[in-house]
Each structure stands twice: as C-alpha cells, then as structure tokens.
C-alpha cells in the first residue's frame, strides 16, 4: 500500500478556505484517494474519496494532478465545527483494510 | 449516526487481564473490522472478519483475536493486558467491496490499562 505524507497540523480562520495537501508517490495504478475525518473520541467519518482530476460533494473538493503523486483535500468556508484530524489514506476502491497515517490535524479559530 | 455501536464506551483493566470488546454491525453490512488507535496517532488495522471467517490481521500479536457472529455483531478480545494496550478501539462495519465511503465506523471503546 503507498504510503502518505501529510503535514502534521494546520491553523485557519472560520470562513477561510482550507487546503491540505498529501503526498503519495509511490501510488499504484488502480488504488484511489479517499479522505476521512475525526473528531476527538469519535470514529473516523468518510469525507470524500477520487481517482484523477477533481471531484466535488457537498462537504469538500479533492483535487488530483494528471500524475497522482499528490492530492489536495480543499475546505471551503470552514467553521469552527470542521476542528478535527484529516487522514489521507491510498488504497483500492473497495472496503480493503484501511490504512491510517497520522493525519493533519487542524484547527479552526473563532 | 453510523448504526454502528460498540460497548462499552469505557473501561479500565488491570494489566494481566483479559477484555472484550463488542460492536454492533449496520443493518445489511457483513463485514466487520477492528483498530486500535493510540493518543495522536492513527487507527491501525488490527483484523477484518467476513462472514464469520478471519479475513485479514494487521501486525497485532494472537492475544489480540475475535469473533464475528451470524448476525454480523463481532467481538475483539484481548489477553494478558499490557500497559501499551492502552488505546481507542474502533470497529468499521461494511458490505464486502462496496466502496469505502460506505464503511462506517462506531464511537469507539476506550480502554485504560493500569
């Protein structure tokens, strides 16, 4: 499984626009990009999952570059309620076992 | 909501002791896994059960076993308690190969080994 690089943490502002960005060069053919979120003592929540260029639901954007070393998961407009871990995972479409890294961990001010 | 529950919540042992876990599948769903997910860090796959068999195990040692039930509800026990053990439990619910935005992970257990 390709392994992810993400940054640790990242600060923002409500109403900002968050962009986090996650490396994977070691990405294989058929495996997909998927996102998750966590709150504290909670389990991780889907957030969104994508292949190659952009994919857009009603929570987030994830972009994608045509070599798919790379993806950025983009919050518009956070809020103080978007606090929480976001862990990048790579691997196949299906519910394959997850592989977690330690996410990035941000922090919405008021 | 998830529909997925898992019990107990909380729960302190004594290290040496022996615990076990529960979780709850979604309605439809039959396949189940398990994580353990230590402070600031991410959940770490430890075993999947489909339809009641063993199917796949992290790089957990066997005192970490389960069991998953006719009814798809699953089990996580865990042997001579070790300081380390220490961690939130989580259990994901799915139906096998649907896409992984249709697993669905429980609140978690948290266990303290003292």
């Known amino acids: 499984l390709a392994k992810t690089t993400q940054p640790i943490s990242m600060d923002s502002y409500e109403g900002q626009e968050v962009n986090i960005t996650c490396s994977h060069n070691?990405?294989?053919?058929?495996?997909?990009i998927t996102w998750y979120q966590q709150f504290p003592s909670q389990g991780p929540r889907f957030i969104i999952q994508g292949y190659k260029t952009k994919v857009t639901n009603e929570v987030a954007s994830l972009f994608i570059p045509a070599d798919r070393k790379s993806s950025t998961l983009s919050l518009p407009r956070v809020s103080l309620s978007d606090t929480a871990v976001y862990y990048c995972?790579?691997?196949?479409?299906?519910?394959?076992?997850?592989?977690f890294g330690t996410g990035t961990r941000l922090q919405v001010f008021p | 909501e998830t529909g997925v529950t898992q019990s107990p919540t909380h729960l302190i042992k004594t290290r040496g002791q022996q615990v076990t876990l529960r979780c709850s599948s979604q309605s439809g769903h039959n396949t189940v896994s398990w994580y353990q997910q230590a402070l600031g860090q991410g959940p770490q796959f430890i075993f999947q059960?489909?339809?009641?068999?063993?199917?796949g195990r992290g790089n957990f040692p066997p005192r970490f076993s389960g069991l998953q039930f006719p009814n798809y509800s699953s089990e996580l026990n865990v042997n001579a308690l070790e300081l380390d053990d220490s961690a939130l439990y989580l259990c994901a619910s799915s139906f096998s190969g649907a896409p992984l935005r249709e697993a669905f992970f429980g609140q978690g257990t948290r266990l303290t080994v003292v």
């Open positions: 059960y489909y339809r009641e068999e063993e199917n």
């Open positions: 070691n990405i294989a053919t058929n495996d997909y």
């Open positions: 995972l790579v691997g196949v479409y299906n519910t394959d076992k997850l592989i």
